[in-house]
Structures are given as C-alpha cells and as structure tokens.
C-alpha cells in the first residue's frame, strides 16, 4: 500500500517582507543611500517578476540627460580656472596694500648674499664717485707743482690712479661689511616699512615722498641707506665721507607710463582679493551641489584645484625666465634678480602648493567615499572597527542613546556641515599655513570618525512570529 506523501506547503514569507529586521535599515528620513538611489534608478528595480510599461524606460533614460551635467562641468571648470587667480590677487594685493607682509616677504633679502653684493656695489659706487679720489690727487698735483715741488707732483700725478683704486676698494670692503652688519639688517626692515608707506600714498594718488618719478621712472630712494653707511664708515675712522653732501640714488621701480594703470590696478586689487576667492568658492561648491554625482563631481573639483594649481606653479616658472631675461645687467645683476624673483613670490608658491595638497586631500576622500571595490573595501573595514569600539564600549555601560540616534539620522549632514567648516576656516584664515592645513585636516577626521563612532542605527523590529513563539 502506497503512502501518499503531501506536497510542502509554501512558507508564509510575509513576515520576512517588511519589518522583519532581515534587510537593511533604511537610512533616518526615508532617503536612500547613494548604492540604493543608483539601484532604484535602473530600470525594473524594485518590480522583479512584473513587467514595466513601455514607456517607463524611455522615461528613466530619458532623466540621465539632464541640465545638471553640464551646468554642474562648467560651474566646476570656470571655479577651477578662477582658484590660481585668486591665490595671485589674494597674494599681489598682500604685497601691495599690506605692509607686515610685504615687510615679511622683504625682510631676508639683506641676507642673501647676491642681494647684499648689488647693495654694496651700488652704495660703494656712489660714494666713490662722490668723493673723485683721483681728481682729487690730481688737483693736490697741481698745487704741489705751483709750489715747485714738482718731483713730488709728478709722483703724486702718476700714482693719482692707484691711490684712486686703493681708496674704492677700501670703501668697497668697508661697505660690504656695513651692508652685511646686524645694525643694516635692523635697518633693511624699518627701510622697507617706509619704501611700503610711499608706495601705497603713491598707487592711492596720496603725496610723495622716497617713491618718485625721475626721467619717466618710478623710482625708489636709497637716500636714507646711503646716510646709514656713511655714517658707519665715519664710525670706522674714515672721515673723507663727511664731504660727501646729501645724495639720493635711485632704483628704478617701473616705468612712469604704468604708474596709472597700477593706480587702478590698485584700487581693483583690494576689491578681487575678496571677491574672487569667495567667487571660486561659491563655483566649485554650485557645481558640485547640481551635480547628479556629487561625489564624481566632487572627484573632479579636487582633481580640477590640484591641476590649476600645477598650471599656476608651470607659470611662475615661465615667467621666471622671461622676467630674468628682460631684466638688463646694468639694473640689476641676474643673481641678484634671481633671489629678488624668487623671494617676492615665495608666499604664492606656498599657497599653490598647499591648495595643490588640498585639492587632492578633497579628490582622494571623495573617491574612497564611492562605490568602487577598493573605496568599500576600506570603509568596511572601518566601520567594523568602528563598530567593535562601539560594541566594546555598550558593553562597558556606554550607550549613546537618543542622541546616537539623532547622530545617525543627520550623520549625512553632521559630516557635510564639518567639511564646510573646515573648508571655510582654511579660506578665510588671515594667513593661513602648511601647518594649519595639517591641524585643519586632522581636526576634520576625528570629528568624522566620532561621528560615525556616535552614530547608532536604530534597533532591527523583530519579527511578529519571534513574540509569539513560533
């Protein structure tokens, strides 16, 4: 006799569909995750088994070709193109209308040895020629000869130019020791604070004063340096000086012709150095914001930062050599043109260099945010950290409660809110610095990781047959 044995019944799953705490907590507020919304926008997610209409994946293929692409490419691409502007306004209008930085960037120039050179031949050199030791020797010749000591006349006659040379050199050494004494390199500062003051009065259209305008140049007084060494070389036993009456050397600055022009640009300067790095902000932060993928888009702005400034750095160098090869050797000697360059831009090649750093620190953080297997590789191995600190920590008596929910519930906009705060601290800090940057981006991750750490997702529902038993 044949048994019959009955068919399997088919399980009742309903309990496992919905609140059973089998899948995924929903993220706090109904918003999906980035995986899911990319999920829930092919086509068929989310309706296996069922057919869709027609017209449903015309529609959702229709939706990738969206406004916010491009809009979002271009935003991006002109912030990019307005950051190395901004680091260069931001920079020339430091140097221009704020004397501690200009002061600051001129301040070790009386130490460089190619600058002290040119400053010591050109104060040597106009002091020498102020005092005309062999027409000089020359004249004394004469009046010796008139005296009919005329042997000695043309011994004194003869020998006019080696004593002529003799005394240059001396005051050659002599002024080479005051320039590269600590009482000038006390001086060189409260100089340069003064050259700034007329500087400035003299782009604002206010008076004159050491900056002047001689045979079409702007130029610069050495007036009170000369004063300074002859005062020293008096010190050190050579009184000849004290004949020497007032004199006023120059250095040309630039051409008469632009003094208008630089007036203007002034003026512009102290608007565009406010104005375009809140500009590239607002560009680079619309465009990633109106992006469909904030995260590539983000990917990109970092990307795009790091390149201009690479593009900045390529043209500082271009303009290096054309500034060296225009400046003629009678004016200033190229080693000496060299530091002068090279020191003058010195703060701009921090700044590029530091937003090059950022701009990759940004890049690099938002691709180990995304989807790739090396970006979720890393993140779960971080939150199991997290998690087992978290774990470790309730099971000591530590609980977080209400507001670890609250945390994992904003967790999105807590992380978002401490990047913008950092990123806005890093812009408007006064001067900022490679290690500010550093204390910036460090605060910045351990904010982050206390929120993940605080952050706790809410209890899984248990499923209504687990209550009953069975």
């Known amino acids: 006799m044949t048994t019959e044995t009955p068919a399997p019944q088919d399980k009742d799953t309903s309990g496992l569909e919905t609140g059973s705490g089998l899948e995924p907590p929903e993220p706090a507020g109904g918003e999906p995750d980035a ?13 296996t ?17 969206s406004w916010r692409t491009p809009v979002a490419i271009v935003l991006i691409v002109f912030g ?45 050199t106009e002091i020498s020629s102020q005092l005309k030791v062999q027409a000089l020797a020359n004249q ?19 020998a006019s130019g080696s004593l002529a040379s003799g005394v240059d050199g001396f005051i050659h050494n002599e002024v080479a020791k005051v320039v590269a004494s600590p009482q000038v390199a006390r001086l060189w500062p409260q100089l340069n604070r003064t050259v700034h003051d007329e500087l400035v009065k003299a782009l604002s259209g206010q008076g004159n004063g050491s900056v002047s305008v001689r045979n079409g140049q702007v ?35 630039f051409s008469a012709k632009y003094l208008v022009k630089a007036q203007r640009g002034y003026r512009a300067l102290n608007t565009l150095k406010i104005v375009l790095p809140i500009l590239t902000l607002v560009l680079l932060g619309v465009g990633v914001f109106v992006a469909r993928n904030r995260r590539r888009a983000l990917i990109g702005a970092g990307l ?23 400046v003629p050797s009678s004016v200033l000697p190229p ?66 409660g209400p507001a670890g929910h609250w945390v994992y519930a ?39 990781g206390l929120i993940e750490l605080i952050a706790r997702p809410p209890a899984e529902p248990q499923a209504a047959g687990q209550h009953s038993g069975g």
Request: charged share 15%; with cysteine.
């Open 410 to 448: 904003h967790r999105r906009a807590l992380q978002w809110t401490a990047v913008a705060i950092a990123a806005l601290v890093f812009v408007f800090w006064s001067q900022p610095t490679w290690q500010l940057a550093v204390i910036i981006a460090v605060v910045l991750l351990v904010v982050l």
């Open 140 to 158: 004394v010749s004469t009046e010796l000869n008139k005296l009919g000591l005329s042997q000695v006349a043309t011994l004194l006659h003869g």
């Open 304 to 326: 795009g930062l790091a390149a201009s400034m690479l593009v900045l750095g390529a043209g500082l160098a271009i303009f290096r050599s054309v500034y060296l090869s225009s």
């Open 335 to 400: 080693d000496a043109a060299a530091v002068l360059y090279d020191d003058l831009v010195r703060f701009i090649r921090e700044g590029l260099r530091l937003l090059l750093v950022v701009g990759l620190i940004i890049a690099i953080a938002a691709f180990f945010t995304g989807q790739s297997s090396a970006a979720v590789a890393t993140r779960r191995a971080f939150s199991s950290a997290v998690g087992g600190v978290r774990a470790r920590g309730e099971r000591a008596g530590l609980q977080t």
């Open 35 to 47: 995986g899911e919304k990319d999920a829930a926008e092919r086509p068929g997610a989310g309706q």
């Open 49 to 65: 088994g069922l057919r869709q209409p027609e017209g449903h994946t015309e529609r959702t293929a229709g939706r990738r070709f």
């Open 219 to 253: 130029v610069l007084d050495l007036g009170p340096l000369i004063d300074e060494v002859k005062s020293r070389l008096s010190a050190r036993g050579f009184t000849l000086v004290n004949q020497i009456p007032q004199i006023h050397p120059t250095v040309a600055l």
């Open 80 to 124: 990019c193109v307005f950051a190395p502007l901004s680091v260069v306004a931001v920079w020339t209008a430091n140097q221009v209308s704020n004397t501690d930085r200009f002061v600051a960037n001129m301040e070790p120039l009386i130490h460089e040895p190619a600058i002290q050179r040119f400053l010591t031949d050109k104060i040597a």
